[in-house]
């Protein structure tokens, strides 16, 4: 692997209307071609590729296999179920499709585990190949042929199809334009954190009411409110989210009360449920 880690933009990071920019190329190396025609035809990423900001093309591995039966597989040396990926079908691929300014990615559970930052990096990229294996593996010499292997998460599935559709659809929603200017920019407000809390109709359901702040029209309250919730949320859920994070001088504030209220929260709970132990 020759690519190196990438950190996201910081809070402070200033965020101006980007350059107009040729449409990202994504080429799909996979045994499986038909398993991408839905993921990526519909919704955003449908969209994306029919506006013209991405084309992505889905090639059959196979194509490049050995002999009568194009194969593309066999036992593993010294003995061991399964399959493992040749090299020959994938280097037959690479030397047809790899250009000077390609990115080849191998999804792996053992590659650096994807996240946002990555997706942002990627997206900026003008041609990525995702060699999709299936089987046990690879041939370990595949791997020699690879810029970034990537990890979708601790788990393992049964190929690199299913992680190459995650990451395409996470590359491709980064992209300018691909989605309204207003959901990008909600995005970048409260990068690194997770989503505040959100309501529609009814303003109330089974007893639950729709925070007051949110109807209130007044647009700087609620977006504060917003920024404390996603806050609120992030620290509950993901604690380690905000270590890594550069807060803002508001931020800080927010967090501050967010740690002073859940900490009374914390003391009232424990202490009713001692009352009702007694
Ligand atoms: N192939 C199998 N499992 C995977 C995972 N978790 N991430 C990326 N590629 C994989």
Known sequence: MSDDGQTGP?????????????????????????????????????????RGLATVRVHDLRQWGL???KT???????????????????AAALAVLRRPDSTVILPDPGGEVFGQARALDLSKRSHLVILCPRYEGVDERIRAMIDLELSIGDYVLSGGEIPAMVMVDTILR???????????????????LLEYPQYTRPPEFEGVAVPA?????????????????A????????????EGRQLSREESKLLAEVSHEENVRATDETTRSSETAD
């Open 67 to 69: 002999g009568r039966h």
């Open 72 to 90: 593309v597989d066999d036992y593993t040396y010294g003995g061991g179920a399964g399959m493992v990926l040749r090299p020959e079908p994938a």
């Open 213 to 229: 702040t949110l109807t209130s029209g007044h647009h700087e309250e609620v977006r504060k409110w917003r920024l404390k919730e």
């Open 10 to 50: 910081s809070a402070d990071e200033p965020s101006g209307p980007e350059p107009p920019r040729a449409p990202i190329e994504i080429e799909i190396l996979t045994l499986f071609p038909g398993m991408f025609a839905g993921p990526l035809a519909e919704s955003i990423p449908g969209r994306v590729q029919s």
């Open 174 to 192: 980064l992209l300018p334009g691909a989605i309204d200017a207003e959901s990008t920019a909600e995005e970048s407000f409260t990068a690194g």
């Open 231 to 242: 806050l609120r949320r992030t620290w509950r859920r993901r604690p380690e989210l905000l």
